[in-house]
């Protein structure tokens, strides 16, 4: 142990929160001028803490799960005759999928038509939040075998959820489509206007940027657009809801809000990554 | 040869005492970044980690500040803000500065009740927001929405009761093993 005198001790003491202040802001010095060294100490401190969350995660996703089986159980009646109607309704649109589904074969047989390849995926679980206040992220765990790349796609069961930013050896962090710095470039399904999906840390993403003449409309079908190269086109997103202040949203398929597992989809495609981050080699030597 | 020691003196630093000493002044410190680590696991509500992180600094300030020294801040601040996407450095600045607004009222608020001292607490926790609010906004240089401040100020101003009942039977249980 270090043997100070008690009044150079004392000293010390009184000048360590004026000092560890100074040193706040030179982290946050160090936070803006060097954002690949920040993103790699977050890396780090996930992967660490992988393990933990990981065994923690169990217990907590078995209460969640039991009390959503509560809600289930006590909303049975209403949801039974919502299920009966979807159900006549979804009835109805089996029949017209299935003309759609064998004319849509009919045509591409005479047309040649070389369908596109099935994306590889693989699923990964969701084991903490990673975004705070001001962000929405989650973390995965992801496993040795899985190549977990910058630029890779998630989905849920339902639809978009979100981009892989980061990526450590054994954890991801996916940037969630409500986050504030989450820009989608989609397509509206019915004019095929193009538009912007922005986040704004809510529930519901704005849209902005659609064409002149073109404004969405309540209920539109949104889907990716490849514009930029970032997304395959056609992924599905959600659906246009206009809010009470008259903004146009879309409330996502995805449930962010109880994501417990997602699909990591590898398009192959580097549109948005800054081309550095493209040349850079796969941590860990992986790929 | 030396003189010999007249009247009795402390016992000798034994190994097994001297973890007891350590692992008792690291115990606040070890606790908050256990809780920091699983305030992360998703249970549905953003914005836990720095929920749980301000009221437990805020308690170990008042009631044990030797437990709670401005390094052992620093280090639970650069782990909350690397936890989260939050700008770095920002976390770390607000704890400080709580810490040092409490660290000059001390006196006056270990001797408060628990009401009181919840009320002092929800002042600290909305200037701590409105703090770590400009500053994202600053670091970012992008305005932050204010609805995800307030949810966290609400889940933190409610969490701290029972934080506190935690801490303070934790902080007796110490007490007890000191005297």
């Known amino acids: 142990m270090l043997r100070l005198s008690i009044p150079?001790?004392?000293?010390?003491?009184?000048?360590?929160?004026?000092?560890?202040?100074?040193?706040?802001?030179?982290?946050?010095?160090?936070?803006?001028?060097?954002?690949?060294l920040v993103e790699r100490a977050r890396m780090v401190l996930a992967d660490a803490l992988m393990p933990v969350w990981s065994v923690v995660q169990e217990p907590v996703g078995a209460v969640n799960n039991a009390v959503r089986e509560a809600e289930a159980l006590w909303n049975i009646r209403?949801?039974?005759?919502?299920?009966?109607?979807?159900n006549d309704r979804l009835h109805r649109w089996q029949a017209t999928?299935?003309?759609?589904?064998?004319?849509?074969?009919?045509?591409?047989?005479?047309?040649?038509?070389?369908?596109?390849?099935?994306?590889?995926?693989?699923?990964?679980?969701?084991?903490?939040?990673?975004?705070?206040?001001?962000?929405?992220?989650?973390?995965?765990a992801t496993a040795v075998a899985m190549p977990a790349r910058k630029g890779q796609v998630a989905l849920d069961e339902r639809g978009f959820v979100g981009r892989v930013t980061e990526v450590g050896s054994r954890?991801?962090?996916?940037?969630?489509?409500?986050?504030?710095?989450?820009?989608?470039?989609?397509?509206?399904?019915?004019?095929?206007?193009?538009?912007?999906?922005?986040?704004?840390?809510?529930?519901r993403p704005r849209l902005q940027h659609w064409p002149e003449g073109q404004a969405p409309r309540e209920g539109d079908r949104v889907v990716t657009s490849a514009e930029a190269g970032a997304f395959p086109s056609g992924l599905p997103v959600g659906v246009v809801r206009w809010s009470?202040?008259?903004?146009?949203?879309?409330?996502?398929?995805?449930?962010?809000?109880?994501?417990?597992?997602?699909?990591?989809?590898?398009?192959?495609?580097?549109?948005?990554?800054?081309?550095e981050s493209v040349a850079r080699p796969e941590p860990r030597g992986r790929r | 040869m030396k003189p010999p020691i007249r009247g009795r003196t402390e016992p000798p630093a034994g190994l097994l005492r001297r973890i007891d000493a350590i692992l008792r002044g690291a115990f606040p410190s070890l606790v908050t970044l256990g809780l920091i680590v699983l305030a992360a696991v998703p249970v549905g509500a953003p914005g836990l980690v720095m929920a749980v992180c301000l009221p437990s600094v805020f308690f170990w300030t008042i009631f044990r500040p030797s437990a709670m020294p401005p390094p052992a801040i620093f280090a639970i601040g650069l782990a909350q803000d690397l936890l989260t996407l939050a700008p770095l450095g920002s976390g770390v600045l607000v704890l400080l500065l709580v810490h040092g607004v409490i660290m000059r009222f001390r006196s006056l608020l270990v001797r408060q009740s628990f009401w009181l001292v919840w009320l002092v607490y929800a002042a600290v926790a909305v200037a701590g927001a409105a703090l770590a609010w400009a500053l994202t906004g600053l670091l970012n240089w992008q305005l932050p929405p204010s609805t995800p401040a307030m949810h966290q100020l609400g889940i933190s101003m409610g969490l701290y009761p029972m934080l506190a009942w935690v801490l303070s039977?934790?902080?007796?249980?110490m007490q007890n093993a000191e005297a």
């Open chain 1, 171 to 203: 954890s991801a962090r996916v940037l969630l489509a409500t986050d504030i710095n989450s820009r989608i470039p989609i397509t509206l399904e019915n004019s095929r206007a193009r538009a912007i999906m922005v986040g704004n840390n809510a529930v």
């Open chain 1, 244 to 275: 009470d202040s008259g903004a146009p949203e879309v409330e996502l398929f995805a449930r962010l809000d109880r994501l417990d597992v997602v699909r990591l989809f590898d398009f192959g495609l580097t549109g948005i990554l800054p081309p």
């Open chain 1, 97 to 140: 999928a299935l003309a759609l589904e064998s004319e849509n074969a009919l045509l591409r047989r005479q047309l040649a038509w070389v369908p596109d390849p099935a994306p590889n995926f693989f699923t990964a679980r969701v084991v903490a939040d990673g975004g705070g206040t001001y962000a929405r992220a989650v973390l995965l």
């Open chain 2, 169 to 173: 039977r934790a902080h007796r249980a």
């Open chain 1, 8 to 36: 150079l001790r004392q000293a010390l003491a009184r000048l360590s929160l004026p000092m560890l202040i100074a040193a706040a802001f030179g982290v946050m010095l160090l936070g803006k001028a060097d954002t690949l």
């Open chain 1, 78 to 86: 209403a949801e039974n005759a919502r299920l009966r109607e979807e």
